[in-house]
């Protein structure tokens, strides 16, 4: 740790002295809300310089909806940018790091028009509740997927001890400028630039596995590599990201292979090249023209009845869900429909033609019928057959399959 602290000094000279404050507040603000309950989890985010890690950021400066999109890269050792950039990346939000793959030694501060961002570091709330989930011990072998600018893995790698937590990171760029980080921060740990879907064999198995990144169903090498008494924990993800899925696959310490899956409020971005659906085109439609009124004795569940959220976004898929409306409302962009809930009056406004209020409707009476379940298994057959999830045993029992990695689209 006193690596660590020295290297942490030497990058922080000429700071602002507030900067170890506002890692403080953060920490704070974690545990006062209770998402941080882990004593040593606490330590190693006290001790986190995550302006090491991102010593640059870029924010939108463009209204929402905007083409093309505005982007300013504030650099952290820039006077006018420090302030707003030591805000940013203490926040806690997710921070955007790199645009269109670039070399971010290259980076150059200021205004940008265009492009996509390519990596983030994840929302530390979540990045806090995964790592707990996960029960990391002292001398633990960790693999880290997707691991972009590095927190999640320097945190896990303070947990495990040296030597001991690997990440594999698709772009090359961000690969070598995230194990260049995590050396200037002594935090002990490898990268490699690979795909994130074969895992990483050479130090292989290993006793816990996370990936940042979602994917449609559990590619065989992440199992595979997975030590007997071991936890996986991934996102499984769906088109649309109104209601992300959380894996946790176990292995048992005589081999046997146990994946539970279940809704929550958060999850990570699907691989790359995988195609989200969204509202956003067809707001303003929405707006002027919400639908056909018809009744309705559907009255959906909260948004924490994360199990049916969960079985509808796989059974009734392509739908997206407009948070910021007013009253319930999800749309079907790809065959230009939606439907708007009434405000408590028994009625629903439909368009199109799918009535994808209907087919909700049809989703809860079955989630009903099987239990109201939070939780479901998912088969993983060894010959890699496709991946069956279901929410128990029984004709009542809601189930689906999930789909492969080359039909990702």
Request: with cysteine; proline share 7%.
């Amino acid at each position: 740790m006193q690596a660590e602290s020295g290297a942490a000094d030497s990058v922080t000279e000429g700071w602002p002295m507030d900067a170890t404050s506002a890692r403080l507040a953060l920490v704070e603000r974690l545990q006062s809300d209770g998402v941080l309950t882990d004593l040593r989890l606490r330590g190693a985010l006290t001790r986190l310089d995550r302006g090491v890690l991102m010593p640059r950021a870029y924010v939108r400066r463009s209204e929402q909806g905007s083409e093309p999109v505005v982007w300013e890269l504030l650099d952290g050792a820039h006077p006018e940018d420090r302030t707003e950039w030591q805000d940013l990346v203490y926040s806690g939000e997710s921070v955007l790091v790199q645009r269109d793959g670039e070399r971010l030694e290259d980076q150059v501060r200021g205004m940008v028009n265009g492009g996509r961002m390519t990596a983030m570091s994840t929302f530390t709330p979540h990045t806090v509740e995964v790592l707990q989930r996960m029960r990391i011990d002292a001398g633990h072998t960790y693999l880290d997927l997707g691991t972009g600018p590095g927190v999640s893995l320097a945190l896990a790698a303070a947990l495990t001890g040296p030597g001991r937590a690997f990440g594999v990171e698709r772009d090359e760029h961000m690969a070598a400028f995230t194990r260049s980080s995590l050396d200037r921060i002594g935090a002990g740990a490898s990268v490699v630039a690979g795909d994130a879907l074969d895992g990483h064999a050479p130090p292989a198995p290993y006793d816990r596995i996370h990936s940042g990144i979602g994917v449609p169903c559990l590619p065989s090498a992440w199992v595979e590599q997975l030590a007997p008494g071991g936890r996986l924990l991934t996102t499984l993800a769906t088109r649309t990201p109104s209601w992300p899925g959380q894996c946790l696959v176990t292995r048992t310490t005589e081999g046997h292979v146990d994946a539970v899956l279940e809704g929550g409020p958060r999850g990570h971005l699907p691989l790359h090249g995988f195609t989200r659906l969204t509202a956003r085109h067809h707001l303003q439609q929405i707006a002027s023209h919400p639908g056909k009124r018809r009744p309705t004795a559907f009255t959906p569940p909260s948004d924490h009845a994360y199990g049916f959220w969960l079985a509808a976004a796989y059974l009734v898929p392509g739908v997206v869900r407009h948070f910021q409306a007013d009253t319930v409302t999800v749309v079907a962009p790809e065959e230009n429909s939606w439907a708007v809930a009434g405000h408590g009056d028994g009625t629903v406004r439909i368009h199109g033609p799918r009535d994808v209020w209907g087919e909700l409707e049809h989703v809860h009476d079955l989630w009903l019928r099987a239990g109201s379940p939070s939780t479901f298994h998912v088969d993983i057959p060894d010959d890699g057959a496709l991946q069956h999830v279901t929410s128990g045993t029984g004709t009542a029992a809601l189930g689906w399959e999930l789909p492969t990695l080359s039909a990702t689209p």
